[in-house]
C-alpha cells in the first residue's frame, strides 16, 4: 500500500529491558520520521533521519535513539524500557521531491509489563 | 514548538449527514496541514492534505479549508457513509527544507456514522 513495512508486528517487553524496531520502506524515501502513539493519543514525533543522520528530535529522552541504513530501512532502539513506553510504533517514509507527504508503516504494538 | 489542537473528540452522524472537524495550531511557520484516518488496529492514512498557499480543496466528498489568519483548518465530509466510520487525525508541519517531515498531531476525532 504505502511501501512502508515494519516489523515486528507486536512486541512484549519486561521494565527495564531494551528494544530495536525496524522499519522498511521504498526506494526514493530518503526521509523517515518516527512516531509514539499511546493509546486514545495522536502520533507524537520521536525524530526524522535524513541521509542516514538525525535531523531533529521531538521531546523524548536519550534512551530513544535510532539509525537509518543506504537500504532506505531503519531502527528505533529504546533502552531501559518503562511501562509508559508501551504504545504504537509507527515510521513513516517521505521522498521530499513529491513534497511533504508521509506514508505510513503499519506500526509495531509494543508492550512493557 | 508547535501545538496543534482538536475538536470534538468525538462525532455522531447519521448516514447521508455531513461531517465537520475543526483543528487550530499555533505556529504561523506551518505551512502544510495533513488529514489523516485510522481505522481500528491500523495504520494512519493520508486522506487529503492542504498547504498554506491555498484556501480550499476538494478531493470527492471531502474537503479540507485554511484560514491562514486565525490559525484553523477544518475537514468536511459530506454525505457520511458507514465505511467513514474511523479516528480522523489533522496535523501540521512547518514542511520543506531541513525540517521535512516533523507532523504535530491532534489529539484525534472519533467519527461514527449510523446507518
Known amino acids: 500500500e504505502t511501501g512502508v513495512t515494519q516489523s515486528p508486528t507486536h512486541l512484549i517487553k519486561t521494565r527495564g529491558q531494551q528494544v530495536t524496531l525496524r522499519c522498511s520502506s521504498q526506494s526514493g524515501h530518503n526521509t523517515v520520521s518516527w512516531y509514539q502513539q499511546a493509546l486514545g493519543q495522536g502520533p507524537q514525533f520521536i525524530f526524522q533521519y535524513y541521509r542516514e543522520e538525525e535531523n531533529g528530535r521531538g521531546n523524548f529522552p536519550p534512551r530513544f535513539s535510532g539509525l537509518q541504513f543506504p537500504n532506505y530501512s531503519s531502527e528505533l532502539n529504546v533502552n531501559a524500557l518503562e511501562l509508559d513506553d508501551s504504545a504504537l510504533y509507527l515510521c513513516?517514509?517521505?521522498?521530499?521531491?513529491?513534497?511533504?507527504?508521509?506514508?505510513f508503516g503499519p506500526g509495531t504494538r509494543l508492550t512493557v509489563t | 514548538g508547535e501545538n496543534v489542537e482538536q475538536h470534538p473528540s468525538t462525532l455522531s452522524v447519521q448516514e447521508g449527514d455531513s461531517a465537520v472537524i475543526k483543528c487550530t495550531y499555533s505556529?504561523?511557520?506551518?505551512?502544510?496541514f495533513p488529514w489523516y484516518k485510522q481505522e481500528l488496529g491500523k495504520r494512519p492514512q493520508l486522506i487529503i492534505d492542504i498547504r498554506s498557499n491555498v484556501g480550499e480543496k476538494k478531493d470527492q466528498r471531502i474537503a479540507v479549508t485554511l484560514n491562514k489568519t486565525a490559525k484553523h483548518f477544518s475537514l468536511h465530509i459530506t454525505e457520511t457513509q458507514p465505511e467513514d466510520s474511523a479516528v480522523y487525525f489533522c496535523?501540521?508541519?512547518?514542511?520543506?527544507?531541513?525540517?521535512?517531515?516533523?507532523?504535530?498531531f491532534g489529539r484525534g476525532t472519533q467519527l461514527t456514522v449510523w446507518p
Open positions: 505556529d504561523s511557520a506551518s505551512n502544510y
Open positions: 513513516a517514509g517521505t521522498s521530499g521531491r513529491a513534497g511533504d507527504e508521509q506514508y
Open positions: 496535523a501540521a508541519s512547518k514542511g520543506g527544507g531541513s525540517t521535512l517531515g516533523r507532523l504535530y
